[in-house]
């Protein structure tokens, strides 16, 4: 079973950039397409990004599309580069890994991380 730890998580400004970071617990992850979701109170999961098991195709939604980036290493990390950040970005983060083809829906998914806070001031 694979298990994800996120980090990279904070309290920045507006127009500040961050970069998250996942790691997965073992190498077979290279399978899974990993996506990054967005978690606000009260709400769910919203999707923000997701990259084939390639590296090849990546996927956004369009309030990050041109500010955030989705990569990953050949190693266990998957990463979102997150610039000119915006209120609007805050919640909770979660990484997650999973085999699925709606890669743009959290059903695709089923492995999560337990999440990093980032949080936008205005």
């Known amino acids: 079973q694979v298990q994800l730890r996120e980090s990279g998580g904070g309290l920045v400004q507006a127009g500040d950039s961050l970069t998250l970071s996942c790691v997965a617990s073992e190498r077979t992850f290279s399978r899974y397409n990993m996506a990054w979701f967005r978690q606000v109170p009260g709400k769910e999961r919203a999707f923000a990004a997701t990259?084939?098991?390639?590296?090849?195709?990546t996927s956004y939604t369009d309030s990050v599309e041109g500010r955030f980036t989705i990569s990953r290493d050949r190693g266990n990390t998957t990463y979102l580069q997150m610039n000119s950040l915006k209120a609007e970005d805050t919640g909770v983060y979660y990484c997650a890994a999973g085999r699925g083809s709606a890669r743009l829906h959290a059903s695709a998914y089923d492995f999560w991380g337990q999440g990093t806070q980032v949080t936008v001031s205005s």
């Open positions: 990259i084939d098991w390639s590296g090849a195709y």
